[in-house]
Structures are given as C-alpha cells and as structure tokens.
C-alpha cells in the first residue's frame, strides 16, 4: 500500500482547476493520486500537471487509480493507497452541466434541489474511507455548505471543504489589501455575487483587522463584484484551496483562511489548518450559536431549511409551477438524511423526465 499526501476523487473542472494549481507550486509538492471514472481524462490531467510543473523547473507525480465509487472500485483504491487527506470532488449534478428545463427548475426552486445529487457520492467515499483509513482527513467539495451537514447526519466523520466562503473571501482580499479579512458566509453569497444582487439574502458578515464591517459596506459588493457564472470560477476555487491542502497534509505551515462546511456545519467559517485538522477560530465577540444561525438562514436562499435531520424546500411548489412549468411531487418537497440514497432515486427518475443533460 502506498502512502499519498492526498487523494482526490473527480475528473471535472474544478479537480482539473485544482491540480494545476498545484502543479504551480512544484517545490512544495504533496504526494498527488487522482481517483475517477473516466481514466482518460485523469492520464490526460497528470500529463498536463506534471508539464506545468516542469515548466516552472518542478515536478508533480501524479499517480492515478480508475474509480466507478462502487464499494468494490473504492475498496480497491483504499487498498491501493493510504492517503493523509481525501478530498471528493465528485458528484452526480454539475452545477455547469444541466439540460434547459432541469436548469430553469433548479433555478426556481432553489440549489437545494441539488443536495442529493451532491452528497451521494461524497457519502459513499467519505464512509470507504473513514472505515478503511480512519486517521485520514476527510474533506468534500461538492456544495459543501449543506452536504457535509448531510454526511454528518448520516454518521460520517468530515472535515470540512472547499471552495464558497474561500471565493468570497479572496475576493475581499483583492479588495482590501494588507487587510486580514474574517468573514462568515454562505454558499448563497456566491450565488448572490454571479447575479449581482443579493435578493433577499443577508450580505456576508465581515471582519478587516478584527473590527466588524459595518453592514452597510458589506451589502454594497454586490454592486462591486459579479462573478462569472461558469465553471472559470473553479480556478479561485482551486487556488485558494492549495496551501489549507498543504497545511492539512503536513507539507506546509499551518495556515489560517475560511472553509465551507466545517465538522460538517453549514455554510463557512474563518479557520485555522495544521495536520491535526481544522480548527474554528472566530472572530471575537462571535458566537457559535450565531454564526450557526447566521448561515442557516442563508440556506433559504438556496431553496432549503434543515432541523434536526429533516431537509425541506422552502419555495412553494405552485409557484414554483407557475414559474417554470414544471410540478415537483410530494416525495421531493423533503427529506431526511438517513433515507439519502432512496431520495437520490426519486430525483434522478424525476430529472430523467426534464430531458437529457447537455
């Protein structure tokens, strides 16, 4: 069995993002095995991964192992290597990759909608590993806000993610440099930022220096900032994730920035990283109750409220059908953690109705 710095289970854009962020920092390289379905795209990945690195006089050895997150597959790829971190970065919905009717329905009733597809295949790695590997560091980039509430729900052990909270805030580190920047924020708040409007969500809570912004300042970056709404995204995503990997991995200095979905909390918080895991470390004067509360109500705007296990959609269904044409049935409307792979049948049936994806 061979011991990896870290492994990552994915193909798509933001692992791609991911590795060649990597790939620019060759002399503190981790140890680097991808694990996915499609073996092409991973062979084609390290190539591309270990020429940017050579380019920049590195190197990035990255071994690959194929993957369908089967139990066989995944006990295969835990028996194959033994890694100090996990990170999935595999889902069952893109948020890039939708057919028309699917998308326009998402959009009306809320990225919520999502969550089943986001967390079946976390759930399945995460559980391989932690009963496999259970020293290993668990993490889950798939809309980790609110799937790794799911896992923890469902009696799983997971660190924490990327991406959401990091993007929002590395961009208020371009805004305010030599500044440090706490913030506590939500996956609704990068939502917020590609429309440009925060509709009827709480702006972010924001700390420069250790003093609270004023509220009235952190509403006005809507109006500042418009994120792309593609998958060009991942590459802030990918960026920001590096040196928490490195801390995480032991391959670096312990590292302090903000991460989604944190022992499986919702939404994102400042942190701190080092090879014991992550580590909260709010601002002072904030509560945990109150950045709890906080990010919970941010979970409207994407569509859902969560109370002991239960996750619900919060739109109505009647508008929701007047909206887009298309009539959500009781059985989708809620959910509970422990029935997670019977609900993700219902809705890939009902998705397969909307059309293929494109």
């Not at 079946?120 to 609110?146: F, K, M």
């Not at 418009?226 to 312990?254: E, F, H, I, K």
């Not at 920035?257 to 090879?275: D, E, L």
Request: charged share 20%.
């Amino acid at each position: 069995m061979k011991e990896v710095d870290l492994l990552v289970f994915g193909s798509g854009s933001l692992t791609h993002a991911l590795v060649l962020a990597l790939a620019t920092r060759p002399r503190e390289r981790l140890s680097l095995t991808l694990a996915a379905r499609n073996e092409a795209a991973l062979t084609e990945l390290a190539l591309l991964a270990g020429a940017r690195a050579a380019a920049l006089d590195g190197s990035l050895p990255v071994g690959i192992l194929p993957c369908d997150y089967s139990d066989e597959a995944l006990t295969r790829v835990f028996d194959s290597v033994k890694p100090r971190v996990v990170l999935v970065l595999a889902s069952r919905q893109s948020p890039w990759s939708m057919s028309p009717r699917w998308r326009a329905l998402v959009s009306a009733a809320g990225y919520g909608l999502t969550l089943p597809f986001q967390a079946v295949l976390a759930e399945a790695v995460i559980r391989a590993a932690n009963e496999r590997h259970s020293g290993a560091i668990c993490l889950n980039g798939c809309y980790p806000d609110l799937t790794n509430s799911v896992l923890k729900d469902r009696g799983l052990r997971v660190e924490g993610g990327i991406g959401n909270i990091a993007i929002v805030a590395a961009v208020l580190k371009s805004l305010y440099p030599g500044n440090r920047v706490q913030l506590v924020a939500h996956h609704a708040h990068v939502s917020a930022l590609i429309r440009g409007s925060w509709g009827g969500t709480p702006p972010p809570m924001v700390w420069l220096d250790g003093r609270a912004q004023d509220p009235s300042e952190s509403a006005a970056l809507a109006t500042r900032v418009r994120l792309p709404a593609d998958d060009a995204l991942n590459q802030v995503t990918g960026a920001a994730a590096v040196p928490m990997l490195q801390a995480l991995a032991g391959r670096g200095a312990p590292w302090r920035g903000h991460a989604p979905g944190v022992h499986g909390q919702i939404g994102g918080c400042p942190v701190r990283a080092s090879p014991q895991g992550l580590h909260v470390e709010l601002p002072t004067g904030l509560s945990l109750e109150e950045m709890h509360s906080a990010n919970l109500e941010c979970c409207r705007s994407d569509g859902l409220t969560v109370r002991d296990g239960l996750y619900s959609l919060t739109r109505d269904p009647d508008d929701v059908e007047r909206e887009v044409g298309v009539c959500l049935p009781d059985a989708l409307l809620r959910w509970r953690a422990a029935s997670l792979n019977e609900q993700v049948d219902r809705l890939e049936a009902f998705r397969e109705t909307l059309g293929p994806l494109q």
